[in-house]
């Protein structure tokens, strides 16, 4: 291999790698599921879901979370966790829960990244419009590099993580409310 | 072998940055059980590692929108105070600094529940000025209270 065809090789390989570091996958939806929610109370009503100020992920963006993911994780671990009898899509249900990603600070760099994150939890009754629940939920997850080697692994499992608890919080937030 | 050096460098670095291409965003949300329409009094909260005057161009854009609006830090909110506004800003280098990131959320002064939020995203190729950016986000907010009143 001659230098011109080892330049032209090098310069290929570079340009792929290159294109490859803004690339990023989304957030899943299985990564931002709340299990395990302990001493949670079970209403005796039903809730439609609603989530908002997602995003989509772009080929040169960071991890985001889609609503349509954040809002089907909202759903399976408020099944899993009980505390609703059942989720309704569409009309019909007692409870409106809409919730509103209002700020996701994420890291461009380093060996541990800690993504933060704000959330707007309200719920109100279906049929009066009366909200019974309004809270700014905040929450922030770390990932090491010790816990995934590769920066775009490493910030989609810290956005999972973030989300994942802020799920958490809004549940146990609504959870200790008394609902009609 | 120093020029090829070189060579596969310079390319290097033009990828690398060429790999941030042109992303713009801008969303705006609005919680179902808030009422933008009987806002008069607004109060812009100087975030304290802001030390370009985000906060001067928010309380201006909203006193040319016809509200009346101040701003200071977190603990002079007045007490007429409608709503309060927050903000967060990103900047970036490319040869200059420009802002890549403006999130602006209009809070229930008391709670501080989040009642609608905007968010701008430009990266370099598409970047705006601060005061466009700010154009941007509080538009896009309030047009959309206008579209659920």
Redesign the interface.
């Given at each position: 291999m001659n230098?011109n065809k080892?330049?032209a090789f090098?310069?290929v390989l570079?340009?792929i790698s290159?294109?490859l570091?803004?690339c990023s996958s989304p957030a899943s939806k299985d990564g931002i599921v709340a299990h395990d929610i302990l001493n949670i109370k079970h209403h005796p009503n039903t809730v439609l879901v609603?989530a908002?100020?997602g995003?989509e992920t772009?080929a040169?963006?960071s991890s985001n979370i889609s609503n349509k993911d954040f809002a089907q994780a909202i759903e399976e671990s408020i099944i899993e966790s009980k505390l609703f009898t059942r989720v309704i899509h569409g009309e019909g249900s007692d409870y409106?829960l809409?919730v509103?990603i209002?700020?996701m600070?994420k890291p461009m760099f380093g060996a541990s990244f800690t993504v933060s994150m704000?959330a707007?939890w309200?719920l109100?009754d279906a049929a009066s419009?009366e909200?019974v629940l309004?809270?700014?939920i905040k929450s922030s997850h770390t990932v090491t590099m010790g816990q995934a080697l590769i920066g775009t692994t490493r910030l989609r499992l810290a956005v999972e993580g973030a989300a994942r608890k802020n799920i958490q919080l809004g549940l146990e937030a609504i959870s200790e409310l008394q609902l009609k | 072998m120093h020029k090829?050096y070189l060579?596969?460098g310079v390319?290097?670095i033009i990828?690398?940055f060429?790999?941030?291409?042109a992303?713009n965003?801008a969303?705006a949300?609005l919680?179902?059980?808030a009422d933008l329409a009987g806002i008069k009094s607004i109060y812009v909260t100087k975030l304290a590692a802001d030390g370009r005057g985000i906060n001067l161009l928010i309380t201006k854009k909203l006193t040319d929108m016809g509200y009346q609006a101040s701003t200071g830090i977190s603990v002079d909110i007045p007490q007429n105070a409608n709503v309060v506004v927050t903000y967060?800003d990103r900047w970036m280098w490319d040869i200059t600094m420009y802002m890549l990131e403006l999130?602006v959320?209009i809070?229930?002064p008391k709670?501080?529940?989040?009642?609608a939020?905007g968010?701008s995203f430009h990266?370099s190729l598409t970047r705006k000025s601060p005061e466009e950016m700010v154009d941007e986000v509080i538009n896009n907010i309030f047009s959309k209270g206008k579209r659920n009143e």
């Open positions: 230098n080892l330049f090098i310069t570079i340009c290159s294109g570091i803004g609603k908002q100020g995003s772009g040169m963006d409106l809409n509103t209002v700020s600070s704000e707007a309200s109100s419009k909200a309004r809270k700014s | 090829l060579k596969i390319i290097f990828a690398v060429m790999s941030g291409c992303v965003r969303t949300t919680d179902p059980t967060e999130t959320t809070r229930e709670t501080e529940f989040p009642l939020s968010n990266t």
